[in-house]
């Protein structure tokens, strides 16, 4: 379980060694410089203003240089401190730290995120906010040893308890995909991500729960839709977060499923969010 994970790394003290640079790179391949270079007019290059993370606005484009700008200025605006009180929040730039897209390239390096957010601590005091970024971080490296521990175990329909198949509606699943399954917080977050490949953790919980229970439908098909959509795709923390939600992964607790009402009230009570991401 992580919960035990966690308590034992942090017990040990143990820490990641140091980021190291790399001075050099090997060439690239023959084959990736004979392939043809992506052309996008400045219409495709428009960042939408709804996104809660608006690539390709300059800002949030891909590469190191991003990535190091990104972090450092969340750094230096202290959003560390608020991070637990908004992490679940659905609209907007500063709810989450949104360095999971340069995570996942491999353009950001967690060790130098940890190296980084432990000198924030050792300058501006540590808080629960601070605490979570490296919860969060600790998640990451949780999946990734489920990936080395379990491997092909992870991908069976019965998850790691192999249970039977889940049941699989595919007329239910195009209408969660497509953003129209009649429940608007749902809705949104699925229009959301198709809009600009990008959801806030909160809302990736609500709408997988709301295809596995409401919908019965294979969290396979949820899995994959996510992997072809997400800006932001890890493949081991894609599929942990599914199994986890799904409970066929290792969480005692059989399976998070997420109460519709409450999450609007707790979340969307303005309905802003909703509004946001309304049908045209």
């Not at 809660?52 to 401190?81: N, T, V």
């Not at 998850?159 to 699989?168: E, M, N, R, V």
């Not at 229970?213 to 072809?228: I, K, M, N, T, V």
């Amino acid at each position: 379980m992580f919960s035990v994970f966690r308590q034992r790394i942090e017990r040990a003290g143990l820490a990641p060694v140091a980021p190291q640079a790399v001075d050099t790179l090997p060439p690239l391949p023959e084959q990736a410089l004979a392939m043809p270079r992506l052309q996008l007019d400045d219409e495709q290059l428009q960042a939408d203003p709804r996104a809660g993370f608006p690539f390709p606005d300059p800002s949030f484009m891909g590469g190191e240089d991003r990535a190091l700008a990104h972090l450092a200025q969340y750094l230096a605006r202290k959003l560390p401190h608020s991070y637990k009180a908004t992490r679940n929040g659905l609209y907007g730039i500063d709810y989450s730290s949104k360095l999971s897209p340069w995570l996942a390239c491999g353009a950001l390096s967690p060790r130098y995120v940890l190296q980084q957010l432990k000198t924030f601590e050792a300058e501006q005091g540590a808080s629960d906010g601070s605490y979570w970024l490296w919860f969060e971080l600790l998640w990451r490296d949780y999946f990734k040893l489920l990936q080395c521990q379990y491997g092909r175990r992870l991908y069976r329909a019965g998850g790691l308890p192999g249970k039977s198949a889940p049941p699989h509606d595919a007329v239910a699943f195009l209408r969660w995909r497509c953003g129209e399954t009649g429940q608007p917080l749902v809705d949104a977050g699925m229009r959301e991500l198709a809009a600009t490949g990008y959801l806030g953790n909160r809302m990736r919980q609500i709408v997988a729960s709301y295809l596995i229970y409401d919908l019965q439908c294979d969290w396979r098909a949820g899995a994959a839709w996510f992997e072809s959509a997400l800006i932001d795709y890890d493949c081991s923390v894609n599929h942990g977060n599914w199994l986890y939600i799904a409970g066929l992964g290792t969480d005692p607790r059989g399976g998070r499923r997420f109460n519709l009402e409450k999450q609007t009230a707790e979340h969307d009570a303005d309905g802003a969010y909703r509004a946001c991401w309304r049908a045209a």
